[in-house]
């Protein structure tokens, strides 16, 4: 059995800076010692993906990040893990606990399958992995391995942890503190929905600097790469919902930087838990763009279920300080121009796209991801 603060002192001398993550009882001492760490940060994720979207923003910024959950939710982490991860090469540490191990301590009937399944679960995403030790020794040595792997190859690693690897540390009970709404949400929607393309580019041409812009999937991106391929721009490809998460992790290790992320409803509605972290993390140097077209546009126009939730609503109730509803493309040029104190929250509604011939970049998304990261480190 190893001391939750040995983990932290290991882990920080690997070089990691952020842990994101979902509890689960058998990580409560490593996660309660990483809040109370003065120099490792700790951002709770509402569910596994986010929490590795999240990790690959701060990756991308330049913090490498753990990943922890408890295996029960490894599902929900094989959409970003496969389809963002890979593609990107973006490494992550996971740290996934092994909930109904077989031939272990009796658990609960929901554990049965996917602890027997977790660890060709990792292998069927071609995840290396290995038990998580449960002494100083041994697992400086395993940390050693993933950062080499990671390096190497640019892909995740994972540490499989037991029941009672960890012991069990006298740390205070977190919570959340509450929180009392305040402002409103600003402006009104126009008459008529703006066309996609004015919409993005109004964005666009409001950027400055060293501002950077986070597509998410699906035409979104094809879009904005069709308007005029620049190397501040990182076109999400997969991990659909998964783009404000990223936004956010990267907001976070840089918060002298912009980063404007172009959302899309259906992504946001998949994972409307992103918008209560954001609006508790609150990065001021987020700017988070809701384009609303109603349908998921890139797989055949089917309708969400947009036009029937207030998303501008949502966003003032997670803690968002500034939330508009934008009229026409003038507004939307001067909002983003004029974001500063975020997380900024600007609900747009566009019409569906008309032409649905778009060009896809030419780079491979690893290609984008490192010009991507090159050009943030030229432009501090």
Request: overall charge neutral; charged content about 20%.
């Amino acid at each position: 059995m190893i001391r939750a603060n040995e983990v932290v002192q290991l882990f920080r001398r690997a070089g990691f800076q952020l842990f994101t993550g979902v509890p689960c009882s058998y990580l409560t001492p490593l996660i309660d010692t990483v809040i109370d760490s003065a120099d490792i940060r700790y951002v709770g994720a509402a569910n596994e993906g986010e929490a590795v979207a999240i990790a690959v923003g701060a990756r991308l910024g330049g913090k490498p990040s753990v990943v922890l959950f408890q295996n029960s939710g490894l599902g929900n982490a094989v959409n970003p893990l496969t389809s963002l991860t890979f593609p990107f090469r973006q490494p992550v540490l996971v740290i996934t606990t092994w909930r109904g191990e077989p031939g272990g301590e009796h658990d609960e009937p929901q554990h049965e399958v996917m602890g027997e399944i977790t660890p060709r679960l990792l292998e069927l995403m071609k995840i290396p992995w290995e038990l998580f030790p449960d002494d100083p020794v041994a697992l400086e040595a395993a940390l050693a391995r993933a950062t080499t792997h990671m390096r190497e190859q640019r892909l995740p690693y994972a540490l499989v942890l037991q029941k009672g690897a960890i012991e069990a540390a006298a740390t205070g009970r977190h919570r959340t503190p509450e929180r009392a709404l305040s402002g409103r949400v600003c402006g009104e929607f126009g008459r008529v929905r703006l066309a996609p393309d004015e919409a993005l580019g109004a964005v666009v041409y409001s950027l400055s600097g060293s501002d950077v812009v986070i597509a998410t999937t699906g035409f979104t991106g094809r879009a904005l790469y069709a308007l005029g391929d620049r190397p501040n721009q990182l076109y999400l490809v997969g991990s659909m919902g998964c783009a404000s998460s990223l936004a956010l992790g990267l907001a976070l290790v840089q918060p002298a930087r912009r980063v404007v992320v172009l959302d899309g409803d259906g992504a946001a509605l998949m994972h409307l838990g992103a918008t209560a972290i954001i609006g508790q993390e609150r990065p001021t140097n987020l700017v988070h763009v809701l384009l609303d077209n109603g349908v998921h546009d890139s797989t055949g126009a089917q309708a969400t279920v947009a036009p029937a939730v207030d998303l501008a609503g949502v966003a003032l109730a997670c803690g968002y300080p500034d939330v508009r509803r934008i009229a026409d493309t003038a507004e939307l040029t001067q909002a983003v121009r004029t974001a500063r104190a975020g997380p900024v929250f600007l609900h747009v509604r566009t019409e569906p796209r008309a032409s649905r011939k778009l060009p896809r970049p030419e780079e491979t998304p690893a290609e984008v991801a490192a010009r991507f990261v090159s050009w943030m480190q030229s432009h501090p």
